[in-house]
């Protein structure tokens, strides 16, 4: 079982809804995601460009206004998930953690 197979059906269903309002925006759902980050502060989100419509999505998702409603429509099925494999509760052997 991978680390975040517990949440797998509840990712599932935000990948869902942003697929469904990249269709309605008739844009990538690289921009719906992107502009989501934007609305919530995100000022320089991390981008693995590996080809150029990465960079481009990513510059054209700076023009995409999500609705109030959108955004509570992404936001409505989210589950924060279950911290896993973290070095405080799962420490490797030989590791010292200084705190204790």
């Not at 000022?43 to 609705?67: F, Q």
Request: no cysteine; net charge negative; proline share 4%.
């Amino acid at each position: 079982m991978g680390k975040y197979d517990r949440a797998k059906e509840n990712d599932l269903q935000i990948i869902a809804r942003v697929a469904e309002l990249a269709d309605r925006h008739e844009i990538s759902m690289s921009q719906i995601s992107l502009a989501w980050l934007f609305v919530k502060g995100v000022a320089a989100p991390i981008i693995g460009s590996t080809k150029i419509k990465h960079l481009d999505d990513a510059v054209a998702a700076i023009d995409v206004h999500l609705t109030d409603d959108e955004l509570a429509y992404l936001e409505e099925p989210y589950q924060p998930h279950e911290v896993v494999g973290s070095l405080t509760q799962n420490p490797a052997a030989g590791t010292i953690l200084v705190d204790r």
